[in-house]
Nanobody, 125 residues
């Protein structure tokens, strides 16, 4: 069992930056592919970014490419999402996800083993 706890959300003006963190319980963090998804009001949950188990590869949604960066620290069992140049359309609840068997290209479908409870990011114009 893995528990994921997100933090770092908040209110920021357009053009600003935030860094989200997701701390995972358990001693097997390095075995999991990690990802970030988001759900805006009235919309379905969508893929944002993913990072492989070895941090050797990453994948990003087109809408965030060049602005967001995903990284992981296996010693701290934490995955991060650095968000720069934020836009009002980035407003959403951001969820951390962990999966044993997915790859960065397949996790985009949102079928994962574990989800966090989410952290709200609000970008004002």
């Amino acid at each position: 069992q893995v528990q994921l706890v997100e933090s770092g959300g908040g209110l920021v003006q357009a053009g600003g930056s935030l860094r989200l963190s997701c701390a995972a319980s358990g001693r097997t963090f390095s075995r999991y592919l990690m990802g970030w998804f988001r759900q805006a009001p009235g919309k379905e949950r969508e893929f944002v970014a993913a990072i492989s188990r070895s941090a050797g590869s990453t994948n990003y949604a087109d809408s965030v490419k060049g602005r967001f960066t995903i990284s992981r620290d296996d010693v701290k069992s934490t995955v991060y999402l650095q968000m720069n140049s934020l836009k009002p359309e980035d407003t959403a609840v951001y969820y951390c996800a962990a999966d044993l068997n997915s790859y960065t290209t397949t996790v985009t479908k949102g079928i994962v083993d574990y989800w966090g409870k989410g952290t709200l990011v609000t970008v004002s114009s």
